[in-house]
């Protein structure tokens, strides 16, 4: 059943930790394309304790777009970086992006992930790299092994309908159904600090009913300048533990919905 939703403004959450050298390249980007789509935007840069200049780049772009600045006082790990931008952005969003800030996703692609939510055809977008038309460029062998794995797992053990792809950053949720999901699972609705909090926002979307789809794009990972942040076999542990905790959950029944703001004044209550 459709159910589409009315989009005047999204929310662009990045999740960054030292990010000098790649951030500025990508608000630039961000910048360049959003001013030509059909909404409003705001950029939540959330800086999970860098200690590079991280935070002086967001404030610079701060006085030339709409951009706000969230500040972890310590490194908390992706997990908590993706909550706080989840749980900042759905208060202003109608649609909350959440793309990698190392300049490996290009912000061409939220018009359409933002329209087959406006449409009514999902509640969450993935930008995947299993779909036909798909490009990966530039990332290492493991990491393409790493995804393939979570797939064919997720495939097996908890499969999701039309998702393929369930560890990518590049995502577009509905506010709405990120309010059901803060409604039922409370504030800290994320428990995974490292990458595997993506398979576990996956899983806990999964659980609250959301429906899922995917688009093609390119992955750009060879236009990212700084190192990658992720450990390969500490991921692959933390999926098992995710996929046990979800393993017996029952996905929760349909109810009738609030509407966003009544949604958003019930939680801030």
């Given at each position: ?15 960054a930790y030292n990010e000098e ?58 997990g908590e970086g993706v909550q ?143 190192v990658s942040k992720m450990r ?38």
């Amino acid at each position: 059943m459709k159910t589409p939703t009315q989009v005047n403004e999204v929310a662009i959450v990045l999740p960054a930790y030292n990010e000098e050298q790649d951030l500025p390249k990508l608000l630039e980007n961000i910048r360049e394309k959003l001013a030509r789509m059909p909404f409003a935007y705001n950029v939540i840069v959330v800086d999970d304790g860098s200690k590079d200049r991280t935070a002086d780049i967001a404030r610079e772009f701060a006085k030339t777009m709409p951009l706000k600045l969230v500040q972890h006082v310590v490194n908390k790990g992706l997990g908590e970086g993706v909550q706080t931008g989840l749980r900042e952005g759905w208060l202003v969003g109608d649609v909350v992006i959440v793309m990698d800030a190392d300049n490996s996703h290009d912000p061409v692609y939220i018009e359409e992930m933002v329209k087959k939510i406006r449409d009514g055809d999902a509640d969450v977008v993935i930008a995947s790299r299993f779909q036909p038309g798909s490009v990966v460029q530039g990332v290492p062998f493991f990491r393409q092994v790493l995804s393939w794995g979570c797939f064919l797992m997720m495939k097996t053990l908890l499969p999701y309908r039309n998702v393929r792809d369930y560890s990518t950053g590049f995502r577009a949720y509905r506010s709405l159904t990120l309010g059901r999901l803060i409604k039922n699972a409370g504030p800290q609705f994320l428990q995974e600090s490292s990458f595997a909090c993506m398979l576990e926002l996956m899983l806990s979307l999964r659980w609250v009913g959301a429906r899922a789809a995917e688009i093609p794009y390119t992955l750009r990972y060879d236009l990212k300048v700084g190192v990658s942040k992720m450990r390969i076999w500490r991921t692959i542990k933390r999926y098992f533990n995710v996929i046990g905790r979800y393993w017996a959950k029952d996905v929760l029944p349909q109810t009738q919905e609030p509407s966003l703001n009544e949604l958003r004044t019930q939680l801030r209550a």
